[in-house]
């Protein structure tokens, strides 16, 4: 085979017919076509419709794989070891080939036989089928690729096998969005020879709710950026001229007149696609002024992962929701993103230092332009605790970003600030406390709209006086949609064998996890004295300790080994997907020991969506906690192990969890207020249960 393209699916099956008829109909070549597919419910029903439609004949081969898989990047690296043919390339579902592409792609290698990796120029089409804008293949520079973005798409790049093979270079399956944009800084900096190919091979669609284009997909781009020195990443404003600079003197920005044949859904052979005077420059993309939305409605100011923590993981489920929203629905608010990325890490995390300050600066920048040229009118902040460098970093941001946007909405994630600002609690102490606290109280006065979690923060957000209050418990998707019949019976029955060795005081294995940051804050020095309690009052008692998660500091991570007890402790590190599901899967019970004033405790929400028993003990903030879930705080040092088990209700757990802190519910409260934007005097908004 010449070649072997390789398409990733899942739930796509509308636009992955127009995508096998444009790689079925390439004449000139062998081709294999690889569909890898992730677990789609109609897929086999589809492929023998295709089968029928687009047989097998010599020169053209289609492989239709549906299997789990860890996402897109894992799905590719599964169809590219498939592979037969020399040359390969991936192709999603909403992206086709034109006509003869292929053909002119292996002329182009039988040309230059030492090239291994083949850039071509792309068409990009709307979510109608409307011309936006014609995009010529550049020379790359891995500075900019790691700094900027990824000129040059996936959709037209091309590259030999062997070259995979012998330098092992796959896909990142860890990336959900922006894996091609590090694949090809990984083969840029291993200098893979490389040629451009002024010829359109391939027609893109530019979805605004597209993987790739989702403002929380930033986050990825901040990983790649960190794969380069910091001394790169401080000249990204250089390379990005440099790459406009030669994009300009090769003529990328000029208009052309524009004919091929592309296929459409229904359609039972190509039509026509032409366009006069489209632009080389990709307005949508490049968010440019011209192009901005005069409504855009929204500025969010608030940083999502990295660090992963519950406040920037919820800003990122909701930035999703809110752009997903908007493409459904063109009349709904538009959101305009800044990321100020004040921490880098979590040992970062509430920490001082000077580079912060440059990125807020550069932050706030970005804000004022959205409200200048972008039409933002509203503004969404975060507040911080009543921590120094939180405050210190409020006080800057909201200071200058009062002059510019009058109509604010504060989502108070932590508390404290609230009792700082009325003098019962101190950060600075003396003149320090006496000058911030009513400087604090005038910049958050007078919010358009005030978001809590619960009821019981009302009084510590009304101090504020915001001209409406909105009580919107934080939700996240639901981590095991088979709970039912997977989960619950094997729950209940552990549950109770459990419960009655307890009682009879007979030898039985419980697996205890801890999920989250490793810190002393977070509870897991707390987490080893309930340990110790527990063999203590159950002599014949089996433990199993997980810890899952990031240490905040080497130092934790030392004094935590030396106190580690005589019992089978595991620690595998940050956890996501698959391993993190089989923890909670497998686990007994969860232990949130926090010594912080939390809110909600979003990992303790998730146990409950697992009818995971919760073991929290007695802190403040525990009653927000476990408020409405019929569980009881645990004492540390006296624990009733028997008595908890006793009176597990996973079930329960599991409707407390459907019917307050699902994804769903959040979206439809989140797009509620910000396109409704209620200017009644306080009241509350209470969803059902709380």
Known sequence: MDFTIVTPSFRQLEDLECCIASVADQEGVEVEHIVQDGGTDEFAEFARKMAARWPDRPGYRRVMVSEPDQGMYDAINRGLKKATGAICAYLNCDEQYLPGALTKVK????KYSATEILYAGFLVVDEHGKLLTAQRPVKMFWQHVATSHLPNFTCATFFFRPMLEREQAWFDPNFRACGDAAWALSRLRAKTPARTLNFFTSLFTDRLSSEGMRPSNRGEAALVARRVSRGVRLSSPLWRLFHRGQKLIRGHYRNRSVETWVWKKGETARQVLSGHRIPGVWKRRLRLPSAAPQDAGLCVFAQIPPPLHGQSYMVSLMLDCLTASKARCPRATSVVHVNPRISRDTEDVGSMRPGKML????????????????????IYYVPAPAKKAAIFRDLVAVSVLKIFYRRWILHWHSVGLGEYVRGRVEVFGGMGDRFFRPLLGRLFRGSQVSIILKD??????AIFRPRHLEILPNGIPDPCPRF?????????????????????????????????????????????????????????????????????????????????????????????????????????????????????GLVVVESFAWGLLPLVHCCKGVESILEGSKVAPVDILQPDLGKAFRLADPQAWRQHYLSLFSLERFCEGIRRIVDEEATDPISESRPSGT
Do not use: W
Not at 496 to 507: M, N, V
């Open 484 to 600: 039912e019949s997977e989960i619950l019976p094997r729950r209940v029955e552990r549950y109770q064998s459990i419960s009655q060795a307890l009682d009879g005081k007979h030898p039985v294995e419980i697996r205890l996890l801890h999920l989250g940051l490793c810190s002393e804050p977070k509870g897991i020095f707390l987490a080893l004295d309930f340990a110790r309690a527990l063999q203590r009052m159950y002599p014949l008692l089996r433990l199993e300790l997980t810890f899952a998660g990031t240490f905040d500091s080497p130092r934790t991570q030392q004094e935590f080994t030396r106190r580690a007890l005589d019992v089978p402790i595991c620690c595998p590190g940050p956890v996501s997907g698959e391993k993190k599901d089989s923890l909670f899967r497998n686990a007994d019970a969860l232990m949130f020991f926090s010594r912080l004033p939390e809110t909600q």
């Open 107 to 110: 002329e182009e290698f039988q």
């Open 456 to 461: 019981r923060f009302k009084e510590e957000a």
């Open 359 to 378: 990125n807020l600066l550069a932050s706030l920048a970005q804000a004022i332009h959205a409200r200048l040229f972008r039409g933002c009118k509203k």
